[in-house]
Protein backbone atom coordinates (compact mmCIF):
# COMPACT_ATOMS: atom_id res chain seq x y z
CA UNK A 1 0.00 0.00 0.00
CA UNK A 2 1.13 3.51 -0.44
CA UNK A 3 1.97 5.70 2.44
CA UNK A 4 2.76 9.51 2.06
CA UNK A 5 4.78 11.68 4.05
CA UNK A 6 4.77 15.52 4.93
CA UNK A 7 7.13 17.45 6.72
CA UNK A 8 7.05 19.32 9.13
CA UNK A 9 3.92 18.83 10.42
CA UNK A 10 3.85 22.75 11.81
CA UNK A 11 5.53 25.59 10.68
CA UNK A 12 5.57 29.10 12.50
CA UNK A 13 7.50 32.14 9.69
CA UNK A 14 7.49 35.47 10.07
CA UNK A 15 6.44 37.46 7.25
CA UNK A 16 9.08 37.52 4.30
CA UNK A 17 10.77 34.66 5.17
CA UNK A 18 11.34 31.69 2.56
CA UNK A 19 9.32 28.45 2.66
CA UNK A 20 10.06 24.85 1.46
CA UNK A 21 7.80 21.72 2.35
CA UNK A 22 8.09 18.47 1.21
CA UNK A 23 6.33 15.57 0.53
CA UNK A 24 6.83 11.91 -0.35
CA UNK A 25 5.08 8.41 -1.65
CA UNK A 26 6.33 5.26 -0.55
CA UNK A 27 4.98 1.93 -1.90
CA UNK A 28 4.78 2.99 -5.72
CA UNK A 29 5.64 4.75 -8.96
CA UNK A 30 5.28 7.45 -10.91
CA UNK A 31 2.36 8.93 -9.46
CA UNK A 32 0.38 11.94 -9.99
CA UNK A 33 1.03 14.50 -7.24
CA UNK A 34 -1.11 17.49 -5.65
CA UNK A 35 -0.16 20.51 -3.27
CA UNK A 36 -3.54 21.46 -1.67
CA UNK A 37 -4.16 24.43 0.92
CA UNK A 38 -7.06 24.57 2.99
CA UNK A 39 -7.47 28.17 4.24
CA UNK A 40 -9.84 28.62 7.49
CA UNK A 41 -13.74 28.69 6.49
CA UNK A 42 -12.99 27.78 2.82
CA UNK A 43 -12.92 24.73 0.85
CA UNK A 44 -9.42 22.65 -0.53
CA UNK A 45 -7.87 24.52 -3.39
CA UNK A 46 -5.57 22.75 -5.71
CA UNK A 47 -2.08 24.91 -6.12
CA UNK A 48 -0.45 22.66 -8.38
CA UNK A 49 0.07 19.23 -9.76
CA UNK A 50 2.76 17.04 -11.34
CA UNK A 51 2.63 14.06 -13.62
CA UNK A 52 6.02 13.52 -13.90
CA UNK A 53 9.66 14.47 -12.94
CA UNK A 54 9.94 18.34 -14.02
CA UNK A 55 6.30 18.46 -14.91
CA UNK A 56 4.46 21.16 -12.92
CA UNK A 57 1.06 22.98 -13.50
CA UNK A 58 -0.27 25.73 -11.59
CA UNK A 59 -3.63 25.98 -11.13
CA UNK A 60 -4.06 29.72 -9.34
CA UNK A 61 -1.41 32.44 -9.49
CA UNK A 62 0.01 33.08 -6.48
CA UNK A 63 3.15 33.55 -4.40
CA UNK A 64 3.95 30.06 -4.36
CA UNK A 65 6.27 27.54 -6.33
CA UNK A 66 6.36 23.88 -6.98
CA UNK A 67 8.80 21.42 -8.11
CA UNK A 68 9.48 16.96 -8.31
CA UNK A 69 13.20 16.76 -8.30
CA UNK A 70 12.42 12.83 -7.89
CA UNK A 71 9.73 10.92 -8.78
CA UNK A 72 8.06 10.16 -5.85
CA UNK A 73 9.33 13.88 -3.69
CA UNK A 74 6.98 17.18 -4.46
CA UNK A 75 8.24 20.38 -2.90
CA UNK A 76 5.90 23.63 -2.42
CA UNK A 77 8.08 26.61 -1.94
CA UNK A 78 7.98 30.43 -1.56
CA UNK A 79 10.86 32.81 -1.71
CA UNK A 80 9.08 35.80 0.29
CA UNK A 81 6.16 34.78 2.77
CA UNK A 82 3.30 36.71 3.09
CA UNK A 83 0.47 37.01 5.66
CA UNK A 84 -1.91 35.15 3.48
CA UNK A 85 0.31 32.21 2.34
CA UNK A 86 -1.24 30.94 6.43
CA UNK A 87 -3.34 27.75 6.22
CA UNK A 88 -3.03 24.08 5.80
CA UNK A 89 -1.43 22.61 3.13
CA UNK A 90 -1.87 19.22 2.06
CA UNK A 91 -0.07 16.94 -0.60
CA UNK A 92 -1.79 14.17 -2.74
CA UNK A 93 -1.33 11.71 -4.87
CA UNK A 94 -3.09 9.06 -7.38
CA UNK A 95 -2.17 6.29 -9.52
CA UNK A 96 -2.78 7.95 -12.79
CA UNK A 97 -4.52 4.94 -15.04
CA UNK A 98 -5.03 3.02 -12.05
CA UNK A 99 -7.85 5.20 -10.28
CA UNK A 100 -9.33 8.64 -10.26
CA UNK A 101 -9.11 8.61 -6.73
CA UNK A 102 -6.53 10.78 -4.50
CA UNK A 103 -5.37 10.24 -1.34
CA UNK A 104 -4.40 12.90 1.18
CA UNK A 105 -1.44 12.96 3.48
CA UNK A 106 -1.23 14.04 6.99
CA UNK A 107 -1.27 18.06 5.95
CA UNK A 108 1.38 21.02 7.28
CA UNK A 109 0.41 23.85 9.37
CA UNK A 110 1.96 27.25 8.50
CA UNK A 111 1.09 30.23 10.26
CA UNK A 112 2.69 33.51 8.90
CA UNK A 113 3.93 36.40 11.56
CA UNK B 1 -16.76 26.75 -13.72
CA UNK B 2 -17.22 23.52 -11.54
CA UNK B 3 -18.88 24.21 -8.18
CA UNK B 4 -19.78 22.10 -5.09
CA UNK B 5 -21.92 22.99 -1.86
CA UNK B 6 -22.69 21.13 0.89
CA UNK B 7 -25.43 21.10 3.32
CA UNK B 8 -25.78 21.43 6.51
CA UNK B 9 -22.68 23.20 7.44
CA UNK B 10 -23.13 21.55 10.85
CA UNK B 11 -24.94 18.69 12.10
CA UNK B 12 -25.33 17.82 16.02
CA UNK B 13 -26.92 14.22 16.12
CA UNK B 14 -27.66 11.80 19.25
CA UNK B 15 -25.72 8.32 19.13
CA UNK B 16 -28.36 5.79 16.81
CA UNK B 17 -29.97 9.27 14.96
CA UNK B 18 -30.17 8.15 11.00
CA UNK B 19 -29.60 11.03 9.09
CA UNK B 20 -28.27 12.77 5.45
CA UNK B 21 -25.48 14.88 4.45
CA UNK B 22 -26.49 16.54 0.68
CA UNK B 23 -23.82 17.78 -1.81
CA UNK B 24 -25.38 19.83 -4.78
CA UNK B 25 -22.42 20.10 -8.03
CA UNK B 26 -22.20 21.63 -11.09
CA UNK B 27 -19.43 20.40 -13.30
CA UNK B 28 -18.63 19.90 -16.74
CA UNK B 29 -18.67 15.92 -17.59
CA UNK B 30 -18.03 14.15 -14.10
CA UNK B 31 -15.18 12.45 -13.99
CA UNK B 32 -15.80 11.28 -10.58
CA UNK B 33 -17.61 12.59 -7.29
CA UNK B 34 -15.53 11.87 -3.75
CA UNK B 35 -16.68 11.89 -0.25
CA UNK B 36 -13.64 12.10 2.59
CA UNK B 37 -13.73 12.40 6.25
CA UNK B 38 -11.47 14.57 7.92
CA UNK B 39 -10.69 15.01 11.60
CA UNK B 40 -8.94 18.23 13.25
CA UNK B 41 -5.80 18.73 12.23
CA UNK B 42 -5.55 15.55 10.29
CA UNK B 43 -5.57 14.98 6.26
CA UNK B 44 -8.53 14.31 4.71
CA UNK B 45 -9.12 10.23 4.73
CA UNK B 46 -11.12 8.80 1.50
CA UNK B 47 -14.13 7.40 1.48
CA UNK B 48 -15.82 6.68 -1.75
CA UNK B 49 -15.94 7.63 -5.31
CA UNK B 50 -19.00 7.72 -7.31
CA UNK B 51 -18.61 7.67 -11.34
CA UNK B 52 -22.24 7.86 -12.65
CA UNK B 53 -26.05 8.52 -11.74
CA UNK B 54 -27.36 5.78 -9.78
CA UNK B 55 -24.43 4.27 -8.41
CA UNK B 56 -24.20 3.45 -4.22
CA UNK B 57 -21.38 2.49 -2.79
CA UNK B 58 -21.00 1.01 1.37
CA UNK B 59 -19.22 1.11 3.84
CA UNK B 60 -19.56 0.11 7.87
CA UNK B 61 -22.47 2.64 8.85
CA UNK B 62 -22.23 5.01 5.40
CA UNK B 63 -23.81 4.90 2.53
CA UNK B 64 -22.69 7.50 -0.71
CA UNK B 65 -25.59 7.49 -3.56
CA UNK B 66 -25.35 10.02 -7.09
CA UNK B 67 -27.74 11.68 -9.34
CA UNK B 68 -27.16 13.68 -11.82
CA UNK B 69 -26.74 16.86 -9.50
CA UNK B 70 -26.20 16.21 -6.00
CA UNK B 71 -24.70 13.33 -3.96
CA UNK B 72 -26.21 12.17 -0.52
CA UNK B 73 -24.61 10.71 2.09
CA UNK B 74 -26.53 8.46 4.31
CA UNK B 75 -25.20 8.02 7.48
CA UNK B 76 -27.24 5.10 9.61
CA UNK B 77 -27.12 4.76 13.39
CA UNK B 78 -24.12 6.73 13.93
CA UNK B 79 -21.71 6.90 16.88
CA UNK B 80 -19.54 9.30 18.48
CA UNK B 81 -16.39 8.09 16.55
CA UNK B 82 -18.30 8.93 13.33
CA UNK B 83 -17.72 13.02 14.73
CA UNK B 84 -15.94 14.61 12.07
CA UNK B 85 -15.53 17.09 8.97
CA UNK B 86 -17.24 15.04 5.52
CA UNK B 87 -15.66 16.36 2.35
CA UNK B 88 -17.55 16.36 -1.05
CA UNK B 89 -15.76 16.88 -4.45
CA UNK B 90 -15.97 16.45 -7.70
CA UNK B 91 -13.64 16.17 -10.68
CA UNK B 92 -14.61 17.84 -14.60
CA UNK B 93 -13.66 15.75 -17.52
CA UNK B 94 -9.96 16.32 -18.81
CA UNK B 95 -9.57 17.97 -15.37
CA UNK B 96 -7.04 16.47 -12.72
CA UNK B 97 -8.32 19.41 -10.24
CA UNK B 98 -10.75 18.01 -7.57
CA UNK B 99 -12.75 20.90 -6.52
CA UNK B 100 -13.97 21.14 -2.78
CA UNK B 101 -17.11 22.03 -0.88
CA UNK B 102 -17.10 23.71 2.19
CA UNK B 103 -17.68 20.30 4.04
CA UNK B 104 -20.52 19.53 6.79
CA UNK B 105 -19.04 19.09 10.10
CA UNK B 106 -21.09 16.10 12.03
CA UNK B 107 -21.19 15.74 15.52
CA UNK B 108 -22.41 12.41 17.46
CA UNK B 109 -23.56 12.64 21.41
CA UNK B 110 -23.18 9.73 23.14
Known amino acids: SQTIHQWPATLVQPVGSPLSLECTVE??????LYWYRQAAGRGLQLLFY??????ISSEVPQNLSASRPQDRQFILSSKKLLLSDSGFYLC????????????FGPGTRLLVL | EDQVTQSPEALRLQEGESSSLNCSYT??????LFWYRQDPGKGPEFLFTLYSAGEEKEKERLKATLTKKESFLHITAPKPEDSATYLC???????????FGKGTKLTVNP
Open chain 1, 27 to 32: GTSNPN
Open chain 2, 27 to 32: VSGLRG
Open chain 2, 89 to 99: AVQGGGSEKLV
Open chain 1, 50 to 55: SVGIGQ
Open chain 1, 92 to 103: AHRLAGVSETQY
